[in-house]
């Protein structure tokens, strides 16, 4: 089964009147910000996006006028995927809050935790060293798959 999950995958946007040509953001964001964020830029009222309730607007870090639409990011992955000619896939969920990164890999029943700014190929995990930093993130997981009601995955 996979054991590294795709976190930092490049977005470009290309946004006449908004973006500056050849600017750089380095601010994370993540799928479900793309709803409100298109929304925005079409001009919609804010009351539009009432249904994308997880996602947040990145128009300011287009605009250059904020640093981060968010301190933390979380992603879930409740279920199996085995596609012919892809890597397998097993459940996981995902907590990111600024530097660090905490990956739940339920069928192991394992996680890995690391410091993204000093180690951003994720090669060293820290979840044996760093406990208070795993327990911080590992609490702040937990509270937001309560919160949003996650599925959780069923054993195999």
């Not at 953001?25 to 309730?53: K, N, Y």
Request: with cysteine.
């Amino acid at each position: 089964m996979l054991t590294k999950v795709a976190s930092r995958v490049p977005l470009l946007v290309k946004a006449p009147g908004v973006t500056r040509p050849g600017s750089v953001c380095q601010v994370p964001v993540i799928s479900f910000d793309f709803f409100p964020t298109l929304l925005e830029l079409a001009g919609a009222r804010a009351s539009a996006s009432r249904p994308a309730i997880d996602g947040l607007s990145f128009v300011p870090l287009l605009k250059a006028e904020a640093s981060t639409p968010r301190r933390e990011l979380f992603w879930h992955y409740p279920h199996y995927w085995n596609a012919k000619g892809e890597l397998p896939v097993a459940p996981y969920s995902v907590a990111r809050l600024g530097d660090w990164k905490l990956i739940r890999f339920y069928e192991t029943g394992r996680d890995e935790l690391y410091n993204l700014n000093m180690d951003l190929s994720e090669e060293h995990d820290l979840a044996a060293i760093e406990p208070g930093k795993h327990r911080e993130l590992s609490n702040r997981l937990e509270a937001w798959l309560k919160e949003v009601d996650a599925q959780m995955p069923a054993p195999r």
